[in-house]
């Protein structure tokens, strides 16, 4: 089973290697990051682990055994104790149930190591999968608004 750890520098070649395999899977449902994340992974990178240090964002990877990343979860724009949730798990680790267990996980250090009090996400409606993660760790949708263009939920949950 694959363990979540906070991204650190040496996660950077299985971390690059990740957001490749999967590109075009996540770009079914969430945008495309662009040819200019990948080029500049290695700066974009470094970039993140200030954030983390700085307590803005705290960024988490899913590792196997083997050391491959088979997904992220990440808490972004910390602020008021409370921030942002996104996910992607990879196409070949979909559908096992990694997601839901790795954002319960999250959902917990967000108390214990992060002293959040509550997270926010959202969702495009044809994403069906992510709404029933975020349902099923206790988020509740609170609106609709539109999100790349598309039609999209948004949840918080209260943490407590």
């Not at 999967?22 to 470094?46: K, T």
């Not at 996910?87 to 967000?110: C, F, N, S």
Request: glycine share 8%.
């Amino acid at each position: 089973m694959p363990h979540l750890e906070l991204v650190r520098a040496d996660h950077a070649e299985a971390l690059l290697a990740f957001e490749r395999e999967n590109r075009a899977y996540f770009a079914a449902v969430i945008p495309d990051r662009g040819d200019q994340y990948f080029a500049e992974f290695a700066a974009r990178h470094a970039q993140l682990l200030e954030w983390q240090a700085a307590g803005t964002d705290y960024f988490h990877v899913l590792v196997t055994d083997t050391g491959e990343i088979v997904g992220r979860v990440n808490l972004v724009e910390v602020k008021d104790a409370s921030a942002e949730l996104g996910y992607r798990i990879a196409e070949a680790a979909a559908g096992r149930g990694l997601a839901t267990a790795a954002v319960a996980e999250v959902r917990k250090l967000a108390v214990t190591a992060y002293g959040l009090t509550s997270l926010r996400a959202k969702v495009t409606l044809d994403n069906p999968a992510s709404h029933r993660v975020l349902e099923r760790n206790g988020f509740v949708a609170t609106g609709e608004r539109m999100l790349n263009g598309k039609p999209a939920v948004t949840y918080l949950c209260e943490l407590g």
